[in-house]
């Protein structure tokens, strides 16, 4: 910090030194005085409204929001006077008067700012003796209720809804006494249900659907696991009783997502109890699925199994896109080791084997990674989106974006056939023909001809006062793809998001734009699961192996076959879409599906497939799982421990919080399977596995400590060529929005819930 | 009718039905001022306004000139000028006298305070219940527009001025300057934090001056008749006339211009031709805001800046409200507090659950429910919100309140003592 942008300054006789800006609260909070707040918070607009933080300053004739005021040299601060403590104690009595205390009953009982801050600021009794106003609880939303009586109005709810989710949804109505907090369209949400104002909101005024009236805080365990559904990696802490989930959220703030979660994070997580979830293996009787013991099942496989290898039958697997890498990666070995075939797939969504490939070919691999973490997009200088929508397929994602659109000035460039919500963060957003975004990479690589473009521009963020509004619409601009291109050239450091538009031949002219630009440019691909880009790393496919190395390298095969004692196939296997049109032909002896439901994307003729063994290891009764001979109930990402590497390639550890009686994890199921296969794969114990993942796995020797630290370490297979029969029409994104993923988001009450009611016409709802 | 004690500057046309049209202004000095400003440097304007130590006729008294200097000049942005005409302080009626009777006073004090800032567009934010106020001004608008004295080169000079009215929806916090700002750029009329105040950071984030219309008025007269002059009208630290609004228990309630520096004890007697129904208890003396004075203090005091605010109160917005002694000051803090509880904005929350809490226990107090306790709570629930507050408006709402409790502590006593309001009974049958 160079000398001229610091200020010293002395907080209750300490001298400090703060970068020039600096907040006076957050000067306070770097020495740990702490100075009691609740409209203030980190990172949205100042608001000067609840008047807790107010401190004294020498020369200052009045108390001081510590909130508002930027430091100053020589600035000579006191937050522990009488007249400071006497204002606080006035100002949380004012707080009390129209509030309830209805404390014992409230959900936010035992977590609550107002109660902490009564607790450590406040008088013992208040002198309040007054009727109060009361107003009947609201429901805004399947997800959102509003108790007037218990909002402090500190505008936390409105602004991380406006500024934070662009979403402005809620508003202030009323005035003075009668002020309340209120959604903007009457008396109904029409917004992404992120819950983000809940989460935020000090006191209980704005609860939960999921959660309201279900226990009280101290009766849970809080364990922090990985989101299972999107592919972007958030921490939810999930509130466990009994071995039941009862809640999701994100308080303690200490995932890569610092504050946020969007719904299917903080509410998806009630799939697990669903009423169709699984309870025992089933096996197929007189042509029905029945109940039947897991010794009996894995038997049954077992045996099925050791008779199509000795008739010369083949095998195919299909692995999934949200379990965890230490399964993936057993699963992989299964198939290669244990039933000898290449045949493995899993359903791609973003297409990282040419895209580690296009890196390998350039210099792009100098001092730092080319891939970039989530958390780079909040201070990126420039990013460039092509394809996909974050907004609804990677929330995390576009928080981040917003974020450094908002407070970093980073520049947003968009290209895409649709004008996505994301135009309103554009430095510049290019619109084009459907499908064509791969031409126009091409042209902005300086690699083929013009392609039209409908362009806008939208201006930088507003600095930060009150009261913020919906940043302006984008104004159209003339220039087309040529001024695109032009004002992209001028940037350094991009960070590169893209899409499944792109892919094959695609993501090499991306990287060759990439190449083209200043500084370091940095790549993230969006995959759709919580574990999409895992699987790819762990060796899910017919032509790699872990790590994305050639199962026809010798020298690679080779170490494998090291490791585990055993030949493995070098012949390139089928993929998915091979092994479907396979089973059509009934030349698929087997196939064993974990976690997945690739009949939905390939479906065969059920008569075809009734001609081989088909088995499935999932938590519902999929379209694939209703066809198979065998099914194994596995557990959900939130029952086990292990790791998951998101879109952006960083590896998190997830620790288990629930349990599900009838289920196994698919780690010990394969375990059992490879058992009594003949192949002893060791203890079932993920930790095992992920140090064999460490030591084995291109890109994967992170710290493991850093893991254990609840941080992300970004993983990069990198190195060398990926000769990888590129399959782009593989690569198919489900689309999930926020309110579906998949096989798990059908099965969620809460996100269902949503859906339904969005049906309705506004007011109609509830 | 003037009264003979009444030196006229700002009220000078109010006798005149002509000088709301542009014929009648121009007849009786009407834009003289415009065209010798037109002639002089913007910091000559300025430095004018500086001798004349006018001071801000809204309120808070801030030297209107000072706070023009305070434009920097230099900015790329536009600057602005805004009138504010949201004239809503109980006890207060003057600038509608102004825009009602010599609204080109105004235009032409703005045209010429646009011309010292180097603002080229100005906004007359009117409050919402002076409807029909909005049809005279956008009239002498229209007119004066016609004529070139407002508009694009004004009177054939490379000056520009256009000027627009905006009404209020009826919130008095939207005559705070920064709440009217929100209020007039389309957004809830809810004050800003401050720093940055308007001169740098104003409406749109451009650099504006904002100012009332009494002191917008006065301007004109300043210019053609020089700052000396109007300086020498009043005292030294403020100059000239002003605008008081004398209203309550008096038997000639009106709007008088008088040198500041006049004494009460005149104004109530000469003037305002005594107490009405009783002996003086009480003055208001510069609107609701403004700490009360007891009868000893209002009759000692003269009226301006200084002298008030050695009394710890102020001279305000020139609302002088005289309270005769059959008034139960209980009664009166509570109709004042009721008034501020609700006017408060609502966004920040001492003035919010304060003045409410304060409502709330005075009515109870004032029925007959108080408790000896009550006294020391509201006294200390107002020194609570007194300087906490994110706008002035919470000081508002508790300096009467504070003064009340202190000056006439005995007549809560008696209220506990002879419930309910003791007064009430023993004046009615009086
Ligand atoms: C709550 C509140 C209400 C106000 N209302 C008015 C008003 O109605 N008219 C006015 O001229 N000033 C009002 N003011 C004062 C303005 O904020 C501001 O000081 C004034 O317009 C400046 O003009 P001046 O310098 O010419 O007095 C109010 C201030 C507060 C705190
Ligand atoms: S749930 Fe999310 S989008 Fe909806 S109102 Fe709350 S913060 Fe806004
Ligand atoms: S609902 Fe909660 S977050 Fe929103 S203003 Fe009220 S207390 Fe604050
Ligand atoms: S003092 Fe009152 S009027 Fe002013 S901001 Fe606070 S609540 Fe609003
Ligand atoms: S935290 Fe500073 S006013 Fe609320």
Known sequence: MPENNSVHLTIDGRAITVPAGTLLIEACRAVNIEVPCFCYYPNLSVQAACRMCLVEIEKMPKLQTACTVPVAEGMVVRTDTPTVHKARKTTNEFLLTNHPLDCPVCDKGGECELQDMTLTYGTGTGRFDEPKRHRDEQQWSPVVFYDRPRCILCYRCVRVCGEGMDVWALGVGNRAILSTILPNAGDHLECEECGMCIDICPVGALTSGAYRYKTR????????????????????????????????????????????????????????????????????IDGELKPVSWAQALETVARRWRAIQQQGGRFGVIGSTRALNEESYQLQRLARQVLGTNNIDHHRSADLPTLYDALAGTSATGSAPPLAAAASLKTASAVLLVGGDPTYEHPLLAWNVRWGYRLSGTRLYVLHHREIKLRRQAHRMAVVAEGAEGAAVRYLAGQGGAVAARLSAVGPAEEKRYPQLPPPDPQPISGGLEEFKAELEKESNVVIIFGSELRGD????????????????????????????????????????????????????????????????????????????????????????????????????????????????????TETAKEADIVLPALAAYEKTGTLTNTCGEVQATRRAAAWPGGKSDLEIIHALARLMGVDFGRPDPDRVFAEIRAHVKGYNVSVVQLAAGRSALAVPLNGAVPHRSAPHLIRSNHDTLFSDGTLGRYSHAINEVMEKRLLLPGQAR | MAHPLEIRVVSKRFDDPSAATLKGYLASDGYKA???????????????????????????????????????????????????????????????????????????????????????????????????????LDRAIAEAYDAGYLGKKLRGTNFHFDLMTHTGAGAYECGEESALLESLEGKRGIPRIKPPFPATSGLYGCPTVINNVETLASVPHIILNGGEWFLKLGLPKAGGVKLTCLSGHVHN??????????????????????????????????????????????????????????????????????VNDRTCMVKFAKRIIHFYRHESCGWCVPCR????????????????????????????????????????????????????????????????AGRPCPYEREFAHA
């Open chain 2, 34 to 136: 415009l065209e010798k400003a037109l002639k002089m440097k913007p910091e000559a304007i300025i430095e004018e306004v500086k001798t004349s130590a006018l001071r801000g006729r809204g309120g808070a008294g801030f030297p209107t000139g000072l706070k023009w200097s305070f434009i920097p000049r230099q900015s790329p942005k536009p600057k602005y000028v805004v009138c504010n005409a949201d004239e809503s302080e109980p006890g207060t009626c003057k600038d509608r006298l102004i825009m009602q009777f010599d609204p080109f006073s105004l235009l032409e004090g703005m045209a010429i305070a646009g011309i010292a800032i180097g603002a080229e567009r100005g906004f007359i934010y009117v409050r919402g219940e002076y409807r029909y106020l909005i049809d005279i």
């Open chain 2, 253 to 322: 309630p009106g709007v008088y211009e008088l040198p500041l520096g006049f004494p009460m004890r005149r104004l109530i007697e000469e003037i305002g031709g005594g107490v009405q129904g009783g002996a003086l208890k009480a003055v208001v003396p510069g609107g609701s805001s403004t700490p009360l004075l007891n009868a000893e203090e209002a009759l000692g005091v003269n009226l301006d800046f200084d002298s008030v605010a050695k009394l710890g109160s102020f001279l305000g917005s020139g609302g002088v409200v005289v």
């Open chain 1, 217 to 284: 805080p101290w009766e849970m365990k809080h364990v922090g696991a990985i989101c299972t559904f999107c592919g972007d990696g958030c921490r939810t802490t999930l509130g466990v009783r009994n071995d039941r989930i009862i809640r999701g959220d994100n308080r303690d703030a200490s995932g890569i997502n610092g504050e946020f979660l969007c719904i299917k994070g903080r509410y998806g997580f009630d799939f697990t109890q669903h009423a169709e979830r699984l309870k025992t293996p089933l096996a197929r």
């Open chain 2, 353 to 416: 659950e304060g003045t409410n809490w304060l409502e709330l226990t005075l009515t109870r107090f004032h029925l007959g429910g108080g408790r000896s306790e009550d006294i020391d709570v509201m006294f200390d629930v107002a020194q609570s919100i007194l300087g906490r507050t994110l706008c002035a408006l919470g000081d508002a709402a508790a300096m009467p309140t504070i003064s009340i409790i202190q000056k006439w502590r005995q007549e809560f006593e008696d209220h506990l």
């Open chain 1, 506 to 621: 695609d993501i090499r002219a991306l990287v060759a734009l990439g190449g083209r630009l200043a500084g370091q440019t940095r790549y993230i691909g969006l995959a759709d699961h919580s574990n999409s880009h895992g699987a790819a790393d762990m060796g899910l496919y017919p032509d790699l192996l872990p790590g994305y190395e050639s199962v026809s390298d010798a020298a690679a095969r080779g170490r494998f076959e090291a490791l585990w004692g055993a030949r493995l196939p070098a012949e390139a296997g089928l993929n998915q879409r091979e092994m479907a049109e396979a089973l059509d032909r009934g030349e698929l002896a087997a196939l064993y599906v974990v976690g997945a439901n690739p009949l939905r994307l390939d479906p065969v003729n059920p008569a075809n497939l009734r001609r081989s063994f088909l088995v499935v290891q999932d938590l519902f009764l």
